[in-house]
């Protein structure tokens, strides 16, 4: 069971803008940075925002990351039929010593 | 450019040990301030962090897996590996091997392909 909780699913239209949260506590979001991955379907996940809001190389400016206090979000504007895909984020737990994600959202355009 | 790749059986028994190699290619694993991850997928569900090895030999585990879990790295071959011992069903999945980067906490920014072990009864 994961320690860092995202809704199940979002979806939008196109050209429409959605959020996706992720909730953790003060051990892990709270005292560290948060990433995001993409996980398009039948792939590997692919790195999509890192240190709460830096994108890489590559990666389309329709992404956004930001954080408040032990809460996370990853918003998608100008949605596009290539967005579909899960959506990880991702921390370091101090109580745990190791890596978590969530729960993971599934996106999808209407 | 650096590329992941892992390697393995597909089908292990219930009670033995999962093994996995992941081989960087494209570059030294050693160069860097990197680490080496695996993380697994069960079919449908989420990522799990299993653990990772940084190649001075240093591990951090998933608790919950600590108990059943080795990653060690053998630099002269550019290869990180993963042995889980007394598998169940309950292990069936897709393990990826990953690189770390940025910091001690800090993020995957190179994934391989994965591959699907599943164990049978």
């Known amino acids: 069971q994961s320690v860092l909780t995202q809704p199940p699913s979002v979806s939008a239209a196109p050209r429409q803008r959605v959020t996706i949260s992720c909730s953790g506590s003060?051990?892990?979001?709270?005292?560290?940075?948060v990433h995001w991955y993409q996980q398009l379907p039948g792939k590997a996940p692919k790195l999509l925002i890192y240190y709460d809001d830096l994108l890489p190389s590559g990666v389309s400016d329709r992404f956004s990351g930001s954080k408040s206090g032990t809460s996370a979000s990853l918003a998608i504007s100008g949605l596009q039929s290539e967005d579909e895909a899960d959506y990880y984020c991702?921390?370091?737990?101090?109580?745990?010593?190791?890596?978590?994600f969530g729960t993971g959202t599934k996106v999808t355009v209407l | 450019q650096v590329q992941l790749q892992e390697s393995g059986p597909g089908l292990v028994k219930s009670s033995q040990t999962l093994s996995l190699t992941c081989t960087v290619s494209?570059?030294?694993?050693?160069?860097?301030?990197?680490?080496w991850s695996w993380i697994r997928q069960p079919a449908g569900k989420g990522l799990e962090w299993i653990g990772r090895?940084?190649?001075?030999?240093?591990?951090n585990y998933n608790p919950s897996l600590k108990s059943r879990v080795t990653i060690s790295v053998d630099t002269s071959k550019n290869q990180f590996s993963l042995k889980l011992s007394s598998v169940t069903a309950a292990d069936t999945a897709v393990y990826y091997c990953?690189?770390?980067?940025?910091?001690?906490?800090?993020?995957?920014?190179?994934w391989g392909r994965g591959t699907l072990v599943t164990v049978s009864s």
């Open positions: 990953a690189r770390g980067t940025g910091t001690t906490l800090g993020y995957f920014d190179l």
């Open positions: 090895i940084y190649t001075s030999g240093s591990t």
């Open positions: 494209g570059g030294s694993i050693s160069s860097g301030s990197y680490y």
């Open positions: 991702a921390t370091w737990d101090d109580s745990l010593n190791g890596h978590v």
């Open positions: 003060s051990s892990n979001i709270g005292n560290n940075a």
